[in-house]
Nanobody, 119 residues
């Protein structure tokens, strides 16, 4: 089994910063891509940022220049540094990993962590 455990969400004022972390554990041979998605009330889940094993990153246009994704391959952990937060960033943030284990390829999800940007 594979588990993704997120941490770091919470309440922050507009313009503030938060750092999300997500650690993958369990039967893992290799993680190809790790990323963060978010889902705001009444909206579809959307990709925020992703990082490939080799370090290539991609971001949603709405967060470019404000968010930075990084990963520690040795720890199977991905981070999302969020700066200059806006009320529109309020959402549940989900960690995602596309990985390989003894069962083959697996698309794994965390349980989600709530980020609220409000004064």
């Amino acid at each position: 089994q594979v588990q993704l455990v997120e941490s770091g969400g919470g309440l922050v004022q507009p313009g503030g910063s938060l750092r999300l972390s997500c650690a993958a554990s369990g039967s893992i041979f290799s993680i190809y891509v790790m990323g963060w998605y978010r889902q705001a009330p009444g909206k579809q889940r959307e990709l925020v940022a992703a990082v490939h094993r080799g370090g290539t990153t991609n971001y949603a246009d709405s967060v470019k220049g404000r968010f930075t994704i990084s990963r520690d391959n040795a720890k199977n952990t991905v981070y999302l540094q969020m700066n200059s937060l806006k009320p529109g960033d309020t959402a549940v943030y989900y960690c995602n990993a596309l990985l390989k284990n003894d069962g083959g390829a697996l698309d794994a999800w965390g349980q989600g962590t709530l980020v609220t940007v409000s004064s």
